[in-house]
């Protein structure tokens, strides 16, 4: 098994609609989670960090399920320019500063 | 506030010769990480520098591959005797000091294509 995994997609989906993301991690102790977007042939940029509350900002929504083990990221009225790759990241344990990448789910939204 | 900054952008080298990939990082963080990507693959941890100390090398190749953060000067990932294999980008980001904080910033990137 993956330490993080992702639905591949394609996510096609039309403008305005809603669309989830799953993304799970097989270290238990892992602290600190994130979501990153990639355009095609750019750099990943930080979307959101993942708290253990939930958090929200704007159409964005991202939880954390830590006995299921998954984080989630939800996007409301989705826009062209929200088309690109959503990566997930995850920590090991303790202090160790390497973050683990899941492949990334390919999104798509039409007009 | 410039973010982190990386050259080359692109960078074309035969079979057997160097590689230098440089990375600025944003300013005020002290620790750099550099990471690989390969078409239809995830990003790979390479290496994770502080100034002037490596500090975790285990997604180095044991081979042609180095790192290093001096205390003047950009971060460079080295690439001695270069194989078609390591066309890649390869991508350096950068995070502010404090334990637990790992938000990271990239940079643009460096393609390097190897004929």
């Known amino acids: 098994r993956k330490e993080v995994e992702q639905d591949p997609g394609p996510f096609n989906v039309p403008e305005g609609a809603t669309v989830a993301f799953n993304c799970t991690y097989s270290?238990?102790?892992?602290?600190?989670f994130f979501w990153y977007r990639q355009d095609c042939r750019k750099e990943p940029k930080l979307l959101m960090s993942v708290y253990s509350s939930g958090n929200e900002d704007g159409r964005f929504t991202a939880q954390l399920n830590r006995a299921s083990q998954y984080i989630s990221l939800l996007i409301r009225d989705s826009k062209l320019s929200d088309s690109a790759t959503y990566l997930c990241?995850?920590?090991?344990?303790?202090?160790?500063?390497?973050?683990?990448w899941g492949l990334g789910t390919s999104l798509a939204v039409n007009p | 506030n410039a973010g982190v900054m990386q050259n080359p952008r692109h960078l074309v080298r035969r079979r057997g010769q160097e590689a230098r990939l440089r990375c600025s990082p944003m300013?005020?963080?002290?620790?750099v990480y550099w990471y690989r990507q390969l078409p239809e693959e995830g990003l790979k941890f390479m290496v994770y520098l502080q100034k002037e100390n490596i500090i975790d090398e285990s997604g180095m190749p044991k081979e042609r591959f180095s790192a290093e953060f001096p205390k003047e000067g950009p971060s460079i990932l080295r690439i001695q005797q270069v194989v078609r294999g390591d066309s890649a980008a390869y991508f350096c980001a950068s995070s502010p000091s404090g334990k637990g904080v790992l938000e990271l910033f990239f940079g643009e990137g460096s393609r390097l294509t190897v004929l």
């Open positions: 270290n238990s102790a892992s602290q600190s």
């Open positions: 300013k005020g963080h002290s620790h």
């Open positions: 990241a995850v920590n090991n344990a303790g202090n160790n500063r390497k973050l683990i």
